[in-house]
Structures are given as structure tokens and as C-alpha cells.
């Protein structure tokens, strides 16, 4: 069993607070359950175990959404511009899945995504997510961290950013057709943000595996950024020394940049960025700078101009 000490970021169940302990508590079980699914404990009694093995807890400081209003109120244009395509979604096969790894790489490859989650370790977060749109949500990922993926890749030295790419597929996604978005939605990250502790990628949500609408089968989650870099059901990962031009981006680069770094200060275009709404509970709440992760991650941008990755 893989032991480590908790980060600041996290804490150990013991110290997490009795709100969040007790909503831990109801996705748990199903959480042994997801990791037992994928191989990963494999007996009967382990889903019955208080926590999946490496378990530690985020300290979000703030209650968990409640997990209703995060499967129902979504952001995925390749189902349909509204937040209500949940039942849309549920056209998507994931299953079988592969992940295609290619550009800057010693071999590139298609790896399944079974043959790829043996060669990980799972292990739960909580997290805060902050929409570019003012909305936010507190959520558990199952899932492994994103610096794992990368060194199963085996990018070249020379790579400077890894990105990814969700499935372009209109006979399963209704959103494509018709539209004139710029398809396949492509967003990328530098290779130092990709090998950050917080960068993730995500497998489960509440101790299940992901439902269709928030991005199954393996989505990327980036806490300190806007939600629209965290891509949903990935299927090709590649790896360049350019920046890549970027799904939003190309839509509305005065709106959407590539650095996305959430910050209360800068004011998107057309609306505040100063506080969020917190899905399924009617409250808002200030927005902290990096989205409260900046200790660990503000050193990323050490020297680079703060008006140019805080936010564009
Ligand atoms: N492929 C794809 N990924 C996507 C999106 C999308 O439209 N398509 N929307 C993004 C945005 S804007 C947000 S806020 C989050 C929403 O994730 P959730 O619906 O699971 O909360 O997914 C991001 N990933
Ligand atoms: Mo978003």
C-alpha cells in the first residue's frame, strides 16, 4: 500500500469536517466499489473498507455539491449549448475506450483505457471546480494524478505542452452537427501545470464511476482554471513544443485564453468574476484568486506577466 503524508492541501479523514465526513461517508462505499471495478481491490470486503487504499481528503472549505445538481446542470457543447443535456449525453458509448498518445513522444501508441488504469493508482479528491460562467461546484474525483499519464507517455524532453482532445464523433454526440463550433474541442496545459500535484485526471465522481455527462470514461480536472480546460472523455493526448490553438480560444480569444487561470480580479468581457454561484444551493460566494489553489501552483508562473495568465 502506497502510504504518503498529507500535503496542505489535503487532509486525512479524521481532520475533515463532521459536513464533509458525513456526505464522505454516503459515496464511499461506492467509491471502493469503482476502484474494485477497475481492478484495483477486486474482493467483496474491500468495498467495504471506510476508505479506497492512499485515500486522503482535499480541504475544500466548503460543503460538497450536492451530487444531483452536479449530474444535471452541465457544460458539454458536444451535446448541446444548454446546461440540461444530461439525457443526450447517454448516447455516448465508453466502452470499449482507448486513449491515442502521439506528437512529441518516444513511441507513440493506443493504449486501452483497462490495460491504462492497471497502471495507475487511484485515489479520491475533493476538489472545487469554477466555471469561466460564475458557477461552481465542490466535487469528489476518483481518479489518479495527471503526472502519472505523463510519464506512461513518455513525452521527449523537447515537449512543452500536452494536449488533449475529446471524442469528435456527431453520430453519438447531436451537439456537433449543425453547429459551427470549431470541433474536435481541444485544450492543452504546459508540461510543468501537466506535472503538477493538482492536475488530475478523472475517472469517478461520488464514488462511481463518471456519468456520461460529466465526461466519462476519463476526463482531465485543473482546479486552479477555468472549467472549460478540463476536457471531457479524452481520446488522443499529443504533445507539441508549440502552444496549441485551443477550442475556446478559437471561438473567442479575448474571452477565453489559453491560460484560463481563474481570478476574481480580471472581469470576463461580458460579466464580473468577482464571486460564483454554488450549484444546487442558491448561495454565491467570493472567488479566490487561482481558485484558493494558488500556494501550490502561483509558482508556475513565476516571472510571466500576471495580465497574461491571470486570466488570458
Ligand atoms: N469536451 C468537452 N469538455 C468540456 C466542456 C465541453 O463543452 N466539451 N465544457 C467544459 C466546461 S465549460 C466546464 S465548466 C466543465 C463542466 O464539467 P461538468 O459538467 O462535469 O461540471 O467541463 C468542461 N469540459
Ligand atoms: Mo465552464
New binding site residues.
Given amino acids: 500500500m502506497l502510504i504518503r503524508s498529507p500535503r496542505g492541501w489535503e487532509l486525512p479523514e479524521r481532520l475533515a469536517t463532521p459536513e464533509a465526513l458525513m456526505l464522505g461517508r454516503r459515496y464511499l462505499l461506492g467509491g471502493a466499489a469503482t476502484l474494485a471495478a477497475v481492478g484495483l481491490a477486486g474482493t467483496a470486503q474491500a468495498a467495504e473498507a471506510p476508505l479506497p487504499p492512499g485515500a486522503l481528503r482535499f480541504k475544500p472549505g466548503r460543503p460538497l455539491t450536492p451530487a444531483h445538481a452536479?449530474e444535471t446542470?452541465?457544460?458539454?457543447?458536444?451535446f448541446g449549448t444548454s446546461k440540461s443535456i444530461w439525457r443526450a449525453a447517454q448516447r455516448l458509448h465508453t466502452s470499449p475506450w482507448s486513449l491515442r498518445i502521439e506528437g512529441m513522444v518516444h513511441k507513440p501508441t493506443t493504449i486501452a483505457l483497462d490495460t491504462l488504469l492497471k497502471q495507475v493508482t487511484q485515489d479520491e479528491r475533493v476538489y472545487r471546480?469554477r466555471?469561466?460562467?460564475a458557477w461552481a461546484?465542490t466535487v469528489p474525483w476518483t481518479g489518479f494524478p495527471l503526472s502519472q499519464l505523463v510519464k506512461i507517455a513518455n513525452p521527449l524532453a523537447s515537449a512543452k505542452y500536452m494536449v488533449f482532445q475529446?471524442l469528435d464523433d456527431p453520430k453519438q454526440m447531436p451537439g456537433i452537427s449543425g453547429s459551427f463550433f470549431p470541433w474536435p474541442?481541444v485544450e492543452g496545459v504546459t508540461m510543468a501545470e501537466a506535472n503538477n500535484e493538482l492536475a488530475f485526471v478523472g475517472t469517478g465522481l461520488y464514488g462511481k464511476n463518471l456519468l456520461k455527462?460529466?465526461?466519462a470514461p476519463i476526463?482531465i480536472v485543473l482546479p486552479w482554471k477555468?472549467?472549460?480546460k478540463?476536457?471531457?472523455?479524452i481520446v488522443k493526448i499529443t504533445f507539441t513544443d508549440k502552444q496549441p490553438m485551443t477550442f475556446w480560444k478559437q471561438i473567442a480569444p479575448d474571452e477565453y485564453g489559453f491560460w484560463a487561470n481563474v481570478n476574481p480580479a480580471v472581469p470576463h468581457p461580458r460579466w464580473s468574476q468577482a464571486r460564483e454561484r454554488l450549484i444546487g444551493t442558491g448561495k454565491t460566494v467570493p472567488t479566490q484568486i487561482y481558485n484558493g489553489y494558488g500556494q501550490w501552483v502561483s509558482s508556475l508562473y513565476a516571472g510571466m506577466p500576471q495580465t497574461r495568465t491571470l486570466f488570458m
Fill in positions: 452536479v446542470y452541465n457544460n458539454y457543447y458536444e471546480h466555471c469561466v460562467e461546484i475529446t474541442y455527462q460529466n465526461g476526463r477555468y472549467g472549460f478540463s476536457v471531457k472523455s
